[in-house]
């Protein structure tokens, strides 16, 4: 058990520009969640994943947003024209809802990628 | 409108004194409530989880109780440590359909040696 992953830590992008980030849950986790934390707020949840099946999304998740999951591990969170706004730290997490799990649904999350839209 | 509130937002307390972080909600209809742990810059290190059917959780010096009559949920910390500084986080799953953990905006916690 490596814990979540995600990549890069850090980007710094210009506003207009495009920016993709990537998710490695624990392995054995099939459900994967997006949050987005800006400073002194807790988080806030974007999209939720179960296996490559993308069923809940907040209404924080506008349409320059998109969420993958493709095969059911990674996931990958792209940001199309990026605005100021969207500078925050970006965290993903993931859980189990299998039998056997020993704190099923209990979410446990990456170091976050965070963002600056300059 | 489901939502957690943290007070305090903020608290400095000298090294080995005993402390209670409080959380409120507002529906007391939940599946479960996390309490996290996170460090300046770092993500979020869960620390303890009560299911809607327990009363309270331990772990080391740490120890959550659950009220849900009274939509509250306290985190004890025993004998604090310059290392326990920290923001914490309480977050409530309200419902088994939904799997949105809601949060609190955390209480900052800075722990004098």
């Known amino acids: 058990d490596t814990g979540v992953s995600q990549d890069p830590r850090h980007k710094i992008t210009k506003r207009g520009q495009n920016v993709t980030f990537r998710c490695d849950p624990i392995s054995e986790h099939n459900r994967l969640y997006w949050y987005r934390q800006t400073l002194g707020q807790g988080p806030e949840f974007l999209t939720y994943f179960q296996n490559e099946a993308q069923l809940e999304k907040s209404r924080l998740l506008s349409d320059r947003f998109s969420a993958e999951r493709p095969k059911g591990s990674f996931s990958t969170l792209e940001i199309q024209r990026t605005e100021q706004g969207d500078s925050a730290m970006y965290l993903c997490?993931?859980?189990?809802?299998?039998?056997?799990?020993?704190?099923?649904?209990?979410?446990?999350f990456g170091p976050g990628t965070r963002l600056t839209v300059t | 409108k489901q939502e957690v509130t943290q007070i305090p937002a903020a608290l400095s307390v000298p090294e080995g004194e005993n402390l209670v972080l409080n959380c409120s909600f507002t529906d007391s209809a939940i599946y479960n409530l996390q309490w996290f742990r996170q460090d300046p810059g770092k993500g979020l290190t869960s620390l303890l989880l009560i299911q809607s059917s327990q009363r309270e959780q331990t772990s080391g010096r740490l120890n959550a109780s659950l009220d849900k009559s009274s939509g509250r949920s306290t985190l004890y910390i025993a004998a604090s440590q310059p290392g326990d500084s920290a923001t914490y986080l309480c977050a409530v799953r309200f419902s088994q359909a939904g799997t949105a953990l809601i949060f609190g905006k955390g209480t900052t916690l800075s722990v004098s040696s």
């Open positions: 997490a993931s859980s189990s809802s299998l039998g056997g799990a020993r704190e099923p649904y209990e979410q446990y």
